[in-house]
């Protein structure tokens, strides 16, 4: 797997996009499958059926790529994701294009 991210940058400012993409979640053991809502290069809005429990690190793997994080705040099947580090403008482009 390909890691997707990159040097230090903007933490909480970062554009959002728009998005509705499938993803698989990892942590405590755990293997879920989610989908993002919106992503920027330092975070993620995601949904889910059973979502992880704020404070939990977890491993964000699609389309071949992955990122770890923390999941920052949870709200009824919404929670949102704080990366361990800033994806790239690359990584970023894959997972809204999907290719």
Known sequence: MADLTG??????????HKM????????????ARAHFLDLSC????????TPPRTG???IV???GMQASGRVMWSNGKRF??????PLTQHALAVWIEGA
């Not at 509705?20 to 755990?30: E, I, K, S, W, Y």
């Not at 330092?42 to 059926?49: I, N």
């Not at 949102?80 to 580090?85: A, T, Y």
């Open 42 to 49: 330092s975070g993620a809005l995601a949904h889910c059926e």
């Open 80 to 85: 949102g994701i704080q990366f361990n580090q």
């Open 7 to 16: 040097a230090a940058g903007q933490r909480r400012h970062d554009p959002r």
């Open 20 to 31: 509705f993409g499938p993803v698989a979640l990892r942590f405590g053991g755990t293997a």
């Open 61 to 63: 793997e699609a389309l």
């Open 56 to 58: 939990t690190y977890l």
